[in-house]
């Protein structure tokens, strides 16, 4: 008997979702699918496209591990709204994993497990037409997927109460942290330099990364870190947004432009390279994570692998992944959030405990481990 075949919907991985954490995690995945896939009785077939921008391409045949190629992942609406389930149908595997919830697979003759890492546009709605498309994607996910993984207990929990959900169809698995990449080592102090003349960045800086949505609620931290610097003269820091457009660049822009002006600026970088992001981690005197909601937050994970002092929102899953070694602060309160960013900025005895507490947490989220307990629940499913 041959082991189950699985293809893997690799959509996320185009050029469109780079710099998102959900890229990230497919990336993950597919490289240690394509490595312990046999380990676990499991062959893989990753729907790839022949397109220079679909990074799913990197990742070569071997065994077990059969990349099938097809030119419906150029055609983005064809291919998530019909085309993906349609090819699974034809191809006759035995299951679908689909690293996200934004392909709509409606059950029939192939069962399919789905990833919804955060219920976002449901917590926290916001009225568009793509709001509304993502909507329906969760809700066909949550309904027609044989299994959901998801990234945390907060996103588990809501996935019951919005959906009504049993606790046996959904399984957590938190996401992992490239330690090879975020850790403690000390960059060069040239190398370090020459990114922040090249950035602007020739103050300290209090830092947050992550694409510009509403969700970060990024107008308050920037109204928090204004406020914080007219009452207290004695410090004096940049601010400093690194991270792609997304639909809340605008408001906050809005925001940076009536605070500008003021003691200390509002900086924003764009989306960043590798080297140029863990250059920009270490160099900030603070990470802040002041989202409103997240599923799991990979950032905040890297920041503290960094070694960087990194303070969070009390909200949404934050405590829950960062362990509850950090300081925690009200993310609709900007007096909370402005208090608690001046304790960690005025006392290093806390930002060493902060940077300390931080880093051994991180030390616990492994893709390694992530991608064996997915193959776990695939191989459960496809079995």
């Not at 030119?71 to 349609?86: I, V």
């Not at 044989?146 to 399984?171: E, F, N």
């Not at 003691?263 to 992001?277: H, K, P, S």
């Not at 005895?349 to 989220?365: I, M, P, T, V």
Request: charged share 20%; with cysteine; hydrophobic share 40%.
């Amino acid at each position: 008997m041959s082991p189950p075949t699985i293809a893997v919907d690799t959509w996320v991985m185009g050029a469109h979702a780079r710099n998102q954490g959900v890229y990230a995690y497919s990336a993950q995945l597919m490289n240690y699918f394509r490595e312990l896939g046999p380990q676990h009785g499991l062959q893989f077939k990753p729907f790839v496209s022949a397109s220079s921008d679909h990074d799913a391409n990197a990742f070569g045949a071997a065994t077990g591990f059969q990349p099938r190629s097809t030119r419906l992942l150029r055609h983005s609406c064809l291919w998530r709204f019909g085309g993906a389930w349609a090819l699974a149908s034809l191809d006759g595997v035995d299951l679908v994993f689909s690293p996200h919830c934004t392909t709509l697979y409606a059950g029939g003759p192939v069962p399919s497990v789905t990833t919804i890492h955060d219920l976002i546009p449901v917590v926290l709605p916001w009225e568009s037409r793509i709001a509304r498309t993502l909507r329906f994607l969760l809700w066909s996910a949550a309904r027609n997927s044989r299994a959901i993984i998801t990234v945390s207990q907060h996103s588990k929990a809501d996935l019951m109460r919005v959906y009504g959900l049993p606790d046996s169809r959904i399984h957590v698995i938190y996401n992992g942290c490239d330690h090879r990449v975020f850790n403690c080592t000390a960059l060069d102090a040239h190398l370090l330099e020459a990114t922040r003349r090249r950035l602007g960045l020739d103050r300290p800086y209090v830092l947050h990364y992550g694409a510009i949505k509403p969700n970060k609620n990024l107008q308050r931290l920037i109204v928090a870190c204004r406020s914080l610097l007219e009452r207290n003269p004695n410090l004096d820091f940049d601010l400093v947004l690194a991270g792609a457009r997304d639909s809340g660049y605008e408001d906050v822009m809005r925001t940076v432009q009536q605070a500008n002006g003021a003691r200390g600026r509002v900086i924003l970088t764009g989306a960043l390279n590798q080297q140029d992001l863990v250059t920009v981690i270490k160099g900030a005197t603070l990470a802040v994570f002041p989202s409103l909601y997240e599923g799991f937050c990979i950032p905040m994970i890297e920041s503290m692998a960094c070694g960087t002092p990194t303070i969070a929102a009390n909200s949404s899953c934050l405590p829950e992944v960062s362990g509850g070694v950090l300081r925690y602060f009200d993310p609709c309160s900007e007096e909370e959030m402005s208090a608690c960013i001046e304790a960690a900025l005025e006392s290093q005895e806390l930002r060493r405990d902060l940077s300390d507490k931080g880093r051994h947490r991180a030390a616990q989220f492994e893709w390694r481990r992530c991608a064996e307990q997915t193959l776990a629940v695939l191989a459960q499913v496809a079995g």
